[in-house]
């Protein structure tokens, strides 16, 4: 269980300090001494550690440690080394507490052993119910829905690559007259309600997005929403196909103005033109 204990933490200073108990009472010295050192060292240089705050009420010592090193070095038949650790503990026991440790240099000096500290029997881990319940996995998200999704009765749930986005329409010459979308051709031209709307020559192509009720259509053309009358709109013929681009048609293309054309003068008898015969007139004079 101690082995356990100390492979999930391996930091566990009290962990090794009880292993290293269990280690002597089997007689397993060298692996009781290696216990004892590993749980010094983890005690970090501190004089002690407070394991109530975990669940165990005790307190292990840094002097505890030494003390229990000492007595397995005793059972080694180390005695040199047990009374320099003895030494050690009497420097991080409390001032005034040195007692016990002087009877222990006493049994050393006579070579005879000394018995190892260890846990309280009947003391165990008991963590706060606040603090074992949260080692229950919990399902703070819930189970998740599709709530929006531009592809039709999408119930994926989960993580995947990307998938074929379908476009939310498809474009196409082919317009029934019946269809609420698809591109039409204006039959009369038709003359801007406001500024801010372009002219339409009898058949101009158009968009038509959706259909009302109220006999209007909704159409996109150059970039612009337009409402157009239904009754003055017909599906565009296959003859159309060539003219419509990919998708809703592009805005109008901008071309660069071109070059302003200047009237050249005629040449004079001589063989310049006028305009090199004023300029030489003009530095005459100057």
């Given at each position: ?44 240089k ?59 240099l ?92 372009l ?6 192509l ?46 109008p ?13 005629p ?12 300029a ?7």
């Amino acid at each position: 269980a101690f082995d356990q204990t100390v492979a999930k933490d391996n930091s566990l200073a009290v962990g090794f300090f009880q292993r290293g108990f269990v280690h002597l009472q089997l007689e397993m010295y060298e692996e009781a001494l290696s216990d004892y050192q590993m749980a010094f060292r983890h005690l970090r240089k501190n004089p002690f550690i407070d394991y109530k705050q975990l669940g165990l009420r005790y307190i292990l010592y840094a002097w505890e440690v030494l003390y229990s090193t000492a007595a397995v070095q005793c059972q080694l038949q180390q005695w040199q080394e047990a009374r320099v650790t003895l030494e050690k503990a009497v420097v991080w026991r409390p001032e005034g507490r040195t007692a016990i440790l002087d009877l222990a240099l006493e049994r050393v000096q006579n070579c005879l052993v000394l018995e190892p500290m260890h846990v309280p029997l009947g003391e165990f881990f008991r963590p706060r119910k606040k603090e074992v319940e949260q080692l229950d996995s919990k399902d703070f998200l819930g189970k998740p829905k599709v709530i929006s999704s531009i592809i039709p009765n999408d119930e994926y749930i989960g993580f995947e690559p990307l998938r074929f986005q379908k476009q939310v329409y498809e474009p196409s010459a082919d317009a029934l007259p019946d269809s609420e979308s698809g591109y039409c051709r204006l039959l009369p031209p038709r003359c801007p309600a406001g500024a801010e709307e372009l002219p339409l020559r009898a058949g101009t192509l158009v968009f038509v997005l959706a259909r009302g009720e109220d006999g209007w259509a909704t159409a996109i053309h150059d970039g612009q929403k337009l409402r157009i009358p239904s009754s003055l709109l017909e599906p565009a013929s296959r003859m159309d196909k060539g003219k419509i681009s990919n998708g809703i048609p592009l805005p109008p293309a901008q071309v660069p103005p071109s070059r302003l054309q200047v009237k050249e003068k005629p040449e004079s008898p001589g063989g310049e033109s006028a305009s090199a015969n004023d300029a030489g007139a003009q530095t005459d004079s100057k």
